[in-house]
Structures are given as C-alpha cells and as structure tokens.
C-alpha cells in the first residue's frame, strides 16, 4: 500500500521508490519486505492492494488483498491521545483452499523522510553489562538489529531511536523512536534506499521461520510501537516513559507504587530454611521493607543449580510445614510474601525430566546443550502448557504469596519439535511467546492481586511485550552501585524507571571488588524501584540506622521518581566522572535530584546543576536530602532561578554522592 512514486530507471522501479506503509515481496521488490510467502503450487508472489478501511475512536484498520488469490492482510493502528505513540500491527488471513507457509512477517514499516544527516541510537549489551547505549550514522544500505536467542536477548534491545547527528541536546531536536511488543526471537531493519528513504521494518526474526498457515487461518504479528519528540532523546524517553506506565505495564496509572523489597538471595544463596528466612525477614522489617522475597532454593531437591527446577514442590526439609508458616511470620511484620520462580526451565537431574524428556526443546537424536545445568522446556506444547499454568496456580491457591520473581536464566538451543509434523516444527518461535504470554494473562485473571517481576538473568528479557503481563523489570545482576549509574542511564532510554528494580547489595560487590559507601549504594537505587539485596546477617547496628533512614527517604521521594518526567542532567555515558538526573512530578511540584561523583581533581568544584522541568514562575523550596548543598544556596528561589542560575553541590573525593528535592511553596 503507498503513493506511488514513479521510480528512477528499470533497475529501481517505482515499487522500491515508493514509501510502503505494508509491503509483501513479489513484482520484483528488492526492500526489506513486510511479508513473505510461500505457496503450495511453488508461487512465491504476492502484491497487496488496497480493500477497505474501518476507524472506530482511537483504532484505524485496513484491509489489504493479493491482486488474485484470497490472502488477506488487516493493518491495524491504535494511537495513544495523550504521548502520540501509535500501537500498530497486522493480521494475516489465509482465506484460499489450501495451507501457505509465512516465511517472514512484519508489524509493518516505519517510513521517515529522506535525509542524509540520520542518526541511529540503539541499546546492546552482555550479561552484568547491560544496556549500553551506542550510536552511528544511517548510511546507504541496511542496519539490522536483532535476537536469534529464541527471547529479547540483552545483546540486542528491540528499540530504537533516530535523530539528525549533530542534534546532541538531550531537550530539543526532532526524534523517531520506537519499540517492539514482542518477547521472541527477533528483527528490526533499518535501511536507506537509493533516494535516501529511511524505512524502519520490525517483527519476528526471519532466521529459521516458518510459520504454516492452513486454510481458514490467520496469524497475528507482534506489536510494533513508535511515536516522535520534537523536545530531543530526553523528550522522547518521556514520552515513552509515560506510554509504559499508562498504557502497557498492568493497571496503568491505577498501579501501586512499587514497594520497598527485600531478597534473601545473597544472604543465604540455595540454603533457604524456614528459621533462617524467618530472622531475616525480622531484620528487613526493622528498616521499613514492605515485601520479603525467598529466592531460589525452597522447592524440589534444589541444593545447587545442578538439580530439581521443574519439581515444584515445597522442599520438606528445609520447610517441614510448608511455606505457611514463613508467611504468616512475613504477614505479622507488616510484609507482603514473594517467591522466587523459574517455569519455563528444567534440570536433567530432576523427577519431571525423568518422567518427560520429550518435553524440553530437542531435535531428535541430536545433542541437548544446557545452560546453567538446565534444558528449556517447549512451552509450545499444549501439555507443557498445562503442566508450567497448573504448579503455578497450585503454589498460589495454596500460599497467600503476592509476587513472584519470574526468572529465565538462559536461551534457546536445539529449537525442535519432534512432537508434530515437520512442517509445522518452526512455529515453535511463534506459539512459545504466545502460550508464556497466555499463561501469564490467565494467572494474573485468577489472582488478581499477584504482582510478577520478568528476570532473565538480568535484562535479557524486557520489552514492551512481556511487561504487558509482568509489573516490574530486572535490569541486570549487576548491582555494583557505580557500574549500575551506566546500566540504569541506558535502561531508561527506552523503559521507565518506575518498573526498573535496583537493589542496594553488600559492598564490596562480586564485580568489581569495589567499596562504596552503603549512602552511596542507596542514592543509586533510589533512582528506580528500591529493593535490598544485602546479607543483613553481616549488617552493624550503623548499617540498619543509616538504611532505615534511607528507606523512609526514599517512600517520600517515590511517587516523583516512579511516575515523574526523568531528565538527565549530566550524562554517565564515555567516562563521565560525574552523573546528575532529576525527575520532576507530573505536576511540577515537586523534584528530586541525584548527583554522583567518581573522582575529584585538582581542586575543581563539581559542575553546576541546571535543573530542568519546573514552571519558571513557581517558587521552590530545596532541601538536602542526603550529602550537602553548597552553604550561599538560597532556601527558597524561583523555577527560573532553579534552571537559569543552578545548585552547586559539595562533593568531593571519590565514589560520592548526594540527593536533595526540591518542593512548590506558595508565594
């Protein structure tokens, strides 16, 4: 579908020229096509033309069909009134007498306008190295960004954002930005063409698929998200920001605030018992946590990695009664009880693997690669299904548990599935994702008050599909407070901050063997969702005094830093040796800001702090929240005055840090 442009000669003819907004390939398309088919009689052509379109409120459709055969494809857009992100994805219809195969199929295509001064910003990363941010040029040719991984992956993150390169403000300039809604393997093709389009084409990777369509089928894709800031990254990170939080994550702006956590994992690792979690749960509460998660370990014969995920029941030594009696002690300090749960995975050395071999990912006869001593069940199956839904909803009909920590620790190998015919075996990347997602949804209807967290050993599976289902993200097992100011910088480009779990750990840490104060590693998290992590075993009495009072800063500053607007006034990114955000509340009347230092030098003061985001004409009150104000900081200024004149910060020597706020008064 398009407005056809006439082409440049009969090498590049008008069908390649011409912006698509859905293109299939055949009529010698040479594009990154939007769809791709293949028939039984050995036709590979299709050419879509225009049918019909319905608008109903904030939804468009369209209605496409081949020039003869009866395949159908309905285009549909949903656009959000309040950030402008349009939701759009297609549906594709086999209506002819006989199975098709759909070798590659697309959301659709994002067109901008020809430009040669293009920028790509684009988010890559590894395990405990998450989220970091790099950009180039948009050259003649094709960028493809990527996950074969059978999931996101963290080596690649499904979004992106385009500006003109030189346009380095974070606040003003034109940006393109957009995401995908899909928690698979998968592709975004950023290409210019020969005239200097760019085009932006993003869905299901095409490596190794094959979807088989039979008569009377249709395939949904994947969600393809975008929307454009002419107010620069900063700007658009907002927008999407606010789109997360209103529009994606469950329950919207109706959504608790995410509380205060503890995790035992790095206090007691596999050896999980009651008596054990129960003095820790003691210990969190003393400092104002409001949820107690039991990590790995309670369940199966779980002593190590090696053994017992898929059996999950209540270990009976380690809780000779049941997890009852852990949670009723959680309950009776004025804490709610969350689990640690890993579903879609299994151990070789683990009764359900005994019983099922057949159930994990394998092709018949071929080696069974594992990942920390794991197989990955195929969550495909309709059995498989049943089996991961029904422990589930076992586990909490039978606890009063209000949140799991849905982990994921490694990705696909041997993607078979001997189980049906060969030529439905590649739908296994499609009905995967869909049955994690159906399982969720159902879960979530059942117990309605159940709050999930998507781990994936870190960040390797966060995107705007899975946080349909899922109310927080974990961004990276990384929790060195100084290596997390980096991780969480990039995090934010493209996912808000009020779904992005940080926890304060012992220091120093298992990365880089680097002592930071316990201020300093709060100061950190306090930028997202607060969690603690720590061995509050090892804790001195100065420990619980400082992280309680952090804690109770932290509950009063939480609503701004989970629901407000981020500006990012110094950048961590290329060695800074400074870091300054602030987030503002959607009113405007309240801020917080958080500065960090690395090292001081030579006597140089650290930088000025311009703040951003208030109402000029306001008057604000600041205050330290943590660390000190320079001493000639008036009490009280305008919001011009804020931005125009700034604070100056006392902070010296290294790994410092401190946070104040800043709140409307009346004049």
Known sequence: MSHADPGISSFDSSINTTRQEFVAWGGGLYVEPDLKVAFPDGNRDLVL?????????????????DISREVYVELQYQVDAATGVLRRSAQVQNRTASSLTIEQVAAGTWNLPRGTDYRLRYLTGRWAGEWSLHEQLIQPGKAILESRRGSTGDQNNPWFAI????SNDQDSGDVWFGALGWSGSWQ??????????IRVTGGPNSFDFGYRLA?????????FYAGYSHDGIGGASRLLHRFEIS????????????????NSWEATEFKVDEAGQETLAEKAASIGVERFVVDDGWFGQRASDRAGLGDWYVNPVKFPHGLKPLIDKVHSLGMDFGLWVEPEMVNPDSDLYRKHPDWVLNFTGRPRSEGRNQLMLNLARPDVREYVFQFLDKLLDENDIAFLKWDYNRNWSEPGWPAVAPEDQKKVYINYIQNLYSILEELRAKHPKLEIESCSGGGSRVDLGIMRYTDEVWPSDNTDAFDRLLIQDGFTYAYAPGVMMAWVTDSPTWVNQRSLSLEYRFLSSMQGSLGIGANLNNWKPDDFATAKKMVEQYKRIRQTVQRGSLYRLISP???????????????????????FLH???MLYPFPRIYLRGLRPDAMYRIAALDGKLSADTPAVASG??????????ELRGDFQACAFTLERVER
């Open 49 to 65: 033309q225009y049918v019909s379109h319905n608008v109903d409120g904030n939804r468009l459709r369209i209605l496409l069909k």
């Open 163 to 166: 500006d003109r390169n030189g």
């Open 188 to 197: 975004m093709s950023i290409e210019q063409d020969e005239i200097h389009q």
């Open 215 to 223: 008569a009377g089928e249709h395939l949904q894709s994947t969600d």
């Open 247 to 262: 529009s994606i994550v469950p329950h919207g702006t109706d959504a608790k605030l995410r509380p205060v956590l503890y």
């Open 573 to 595: 990114q290329k060695g800074s040796e400074q870091s300054v955000t602030e987030t503002v509340s959607e009113d405007q009347n309240h801020a917080v800001a958080f500065a």
């Open 599 to 601: 090292s001081s030098q």
């Open 640 to 649: 011009s005055f804020w931005m125009q004149n700034g604070v100056d910060v």
